[in-house]
């Protein structure tokens, strides 16, 4: 928990596409096996930059004071959607006061008309802009220059495809020192972008970095100072572009007993809201020290904050269904660091006769940067204290009754776990 700030108000303006959830869930009710029926229950939550703005505010309390302009917000045209939320905890349906609602499915969406009236350039002093550009209108239509104000800390969470329309095209990327850019790495994936999944850490990261450097397809995102690309609930890495050595350096954020996607899979739903959990916890950090963020533990903050709502869901409150947002926001601010972090190894690109490229680092191993010591003495650390104790900071692959830490050996395992999980969900009538 940080000490209160003095009595200086920070100034927050918020921009973005406007959009609210209809949350739609159902459950049995009664006391007894004669008096069960079924009932629908509902709520109506604020998303994207709506959700970051109420979650921050009870981020900020007692600690930082701040005040959020979201007038812009009333000028954009509003997106009505819908899910469908389903109680984890209780599989026979049964209500219960303490059920955790989760999203199983997105129901669709309409847009509500309204005026679109065009934005006038804000010349206050803002401490912080929040952006959330969900690839509906507010891209096309919004110029950033009449937007931006220079030197001020500009967090944007973004979606495939990346930096395209107006507001991109009008970007002052030269003057972005201070701009942070949050994606999902799935948007990346559709932009027809090669990253590995669930093979290994270093792999995914190697191809990321690989990706954003030299992919003419997004390597524009290595013209931003900063971008934060998150691993469904199991990691993240952070882009540095540091321009005065025309250097990009990345650091992997990393569950080293999980991969990408193991969420998801114990979750059996829809994973939700990662991009602003990160919005928040990095706007927390950034109001509490714009002159040095703590970006390490922004990422580590917004991660947990990510897994909390997604593992906890929802709550049943006031006869509605909402966001535990004391609860979410007490998470969000212990800065506890749950995932390890590493420098991921430069790429270190050399070309082949035949015109295609080389990953110099193509063996990096996150176990020799993390460890000192050599083979034999891990070893014997493992035989005394367990794996899991001995080795806290390295990826470990677990396949049934066998454990490995040596990254070859997890892709080859997981490789062939892939073929056969692909070969389960296909009726086939040959082995």
Same mark, same amino acid.
């Given at each position: 928990?940080?000490?209160?700030?003095?009595?200086?108000?920070?100034?927050?303006?918020? #921009?973005?596409?406007?959009? *609210?959830? *209809?949350?739609?869930?159902?459950?049995?009710?009664?006391?007894?096996?004669?008096?069960? #029926? %079924?009932?629908?229950? /509902?709520?109506?939550?604020?998303?994207?930059?709506?959700?970051?703005?109420?979650?921050?505010?009870?981020?900020?309390?007692?600690?930082?004071?701040?005040?959020?302009?979201?007038?812009?917000?009333?000028?954009?045209?509003?997106?009505?959607?819908?899910?469908?939320?389903?109680?984890?905890?209780?599989?026979?349906?049964?209500?219960?006061?303490?059920?955790?609602?989760?999203?199983?499915?997105?129901?669709?969406?309409?847009?509500?008309?309204?005026?679109?009236?065009?934005?006038?350039?804000?010349?206050?002093?803002?401490?912080?802009?929040?952006?959330?550009? %969900?690839?509906?209108?507010?891209?096309?239509?919004?110029?950033?220059?009449?937007?931006?104000?220079?030197?001020?800390?500009?967090?944007?969470?973004?979606?495939?495809? +990346?930096?395209?329309?107006?507001?991109?095209? /009008? #970007?002052?990327?030269?003057?972005?020192?201070?701009?942070?850019?949050?994606?999902?790495?799935?948007?990346?994936?559709?932009?027809?972008?090669?990253?590995?999944?669930? +093979?290994?850490?270093?792999?995914?990261?190697?191809?990321?970095?690989?990706?954003?450097?030299?992919?003419?397809?997004?390597?524009?995102?290595?013209?931003?100072?900063?971008?934060?690309? #998150?691993?469904?609930?199991?990691?993240?890495?952070?882009?540095?572009?540091?321009?005065?050595?025309?250097?990009?350096?990345?650091?992997?954020?990393?569950?080293?007993? !999980?991969?990408?996607?193991?969420?998801?899979?114990?979750?059996?739903?829809?994973?939700?809201?990662?991009?602003?959990?990160?919005?928040?916890?990095?706007?927390?950090?950034?109001?509490?020290?714009?002159?040095?963020?703590?970006?390490?533990?922004?990422?580590? !903050?917004?991660?947990?904050?990510?897994?909390?709502?997604?593992?906890?869901?929802?709550?049943?409150?006031?006869?509605?269904? /909402?966001?535990?947002?004391?609860?979410?926001?007490?998470?969000?601010?212990?800065?506890?660091?749950?995932?390890?972090?590493?420098?991921?190894?430069?790429?270190?690109? /050399?070309?082949?006769?035949?015109?295609?490229?080389?990953?110099?680092?193509?063996?990096?191993?996150?176990?020799?940067?993390?460890?000192?010591?050599?083979?034999?003495?891990?070893?014997?650390?493992?035989?005394?204290?367990?794996?899991?104790?001995?080795?806290? %900071?390295?990826?470990?692959?677990?396949?049934?009754? %066998?454990?490995?830490?040596?990254?070859?050996?997890?892709?080859?395992?997981?490789?062939?776990?892939?073929?056969?999980?692909?070969?389960?969900?296909?009726?086939?009538?040959?082995?």
């Amino acid at each position: 928990m940080k000490m209160k700030q003095n009595g200086e108000i920070k100034q927050v303006k918020l #921009y973005g596409d406007n959009l *609210n959830t *209809n949350i739609i869930g159902s459950a049995y009710w009664g006391n007894s096996r004669d008096d069960i #029926y %079924k009932r629908f229950l /509902t709520g109506c939550e604020p998303d994207g930059v709506k959700f970051v703005s109420r979650l921050l505010k009870y981020m900020c309390e007692g600690s930082i004071s701040i005040l959020i302009n979201e007038d812009s917000l009333s000028n954009q045209r509003v997106y009505n959607m819908y899910a469908l939320y389903k109680d984890m905890n209780n599989p026979d349906g049964r209500m219960n006061i303490n059920s955790s609602w989760k999203k199983v499915s997105d129901l669709g969406m309409e847009r509500v008309d309204c005026e679109n009236v065009s934005l006038v350039h804000d010349c206050s002093t803002q401490d912080l802009i929040i952006i959330d550009d %969900k690839n509906l209108c507010f891209r096309r239509q919004m110029n950033s220059q009449t937007l931006m104000v220079n030197d001020t800390w500009t967090l944007i969470n973004t979606k495939f495809p +990346l930096i395209q329309g107006q507001f991109w095209d /009008t #970007y002052p990327i030269a003057n972005s020192n201070r701009t942070v850019l949050v994606i999902d790495v799935d948007q990346i994936r559709k932009a027809s972008i090669q990253v590995s999944k669930r +093979l290994s850490w270093e792999r995914t990261a190697l191809d990321l970095i690989w990706g954003i450097t030299y992919n003419p397809t997004i390597n524009i995102l290595s013209s931003f100072p900063y971008v934060i690309v #998150y691993l469904g609930l199991e990691g993240a890495i952070l882009f540095e572009n540091v321009r005065a050595s025309n250097k990009i350096y990345a650091t992997l954020f990393f569950d080293p007993k !999980s991969l990408e996607g193991d969420g998801n899979n114990r979750l059996g739903g829809k994973l939700e809201k990662i991009g602003e959990c990160i919005l928040s916890t990095m706007a927390y950090e950034i109001l509490y020290d714009q002159d040095g963020p703590d970006f390490s533990r922004g990422i580590q !903050s917004g991660m947990n904050l990510a897994r909390f709502l997604n593992y906890n869901g929802l709550i049943f409150k006031n006869g509605v269904l /909402t966001y535990p947002y004391k609860d979410l926001a007490e998470t969000a601010i212990k800065n506890e660091e749950v995932f390890a972090s590493v420098l991921v190894k430069d790429p270190n690109i /050399t070309k082949l006769q035949l015109g295609g490229a080389h990953n110099a680092n193509n063996d990096w191993a996150i176990i020799n940067d993390t460890e000192k010591e050599d083979l034999m003495e891990i070893s014997k650390r493992i035989v005394v204290n367990g794996v899991e104790h001995a080795l806290k %900071k390295v990826p470990l692959g677990k396949f049934g009754a %066998k454990m490995t830490f040596d990254r070859f050996e997890i892709e080859q395992l997981n490789s062939i776990s892939q073929v056969l999980n692909e070969y389960v969900k296909t009726k086939q009538r040959k082995p």
